[in-house]
């Protein structure tokens, strides 16, 4: 097997493992200006983290390692 071979390989399983929206493969930039960047699942409801009292935005940031 060549080294092209083993290298589209590897890019295959990296694509496959990829959806439209990654967090790990994307900028901080892309990630502010995500829609959904702001909503938040708890207790089975879609809540905008920004309508939650102050110290659960913050425990909620920390845990998820977002910025404000």
């Known amino acids: 097997m060549s080294d092209k071979d ?3 390989q590897r ?3 990296l694509m496959f493992k990829m959806g439209y929206w990654d967090k ?3 900028t901080t930039h892309m ?3 995500n829609p ?3 909503l938040v699942m ?3 409801m879609i809540v905008d983290i920004r309508s939650l009292p102050p ?3 913050e425990s909620i940031r920390q ?3 977002r910025k404000k």
Do not use: A, P, R, W
């Open 31 to 33: 990630q502010e200006s």
């Open 42 to 44: 708890g207790d089975e």
């Open 55 to 57: 110290d659960i935005q």
């Open 6 to 8: 083993l290298t589209e």
């Open 36 to 38: 959904v960047f702001n």
């Open 24 to 26: 790990e493969f994307s």
């Open 11 to 13: 890019m295959q399983k």
């Open 63 to 65: 845990k998820e390692g």
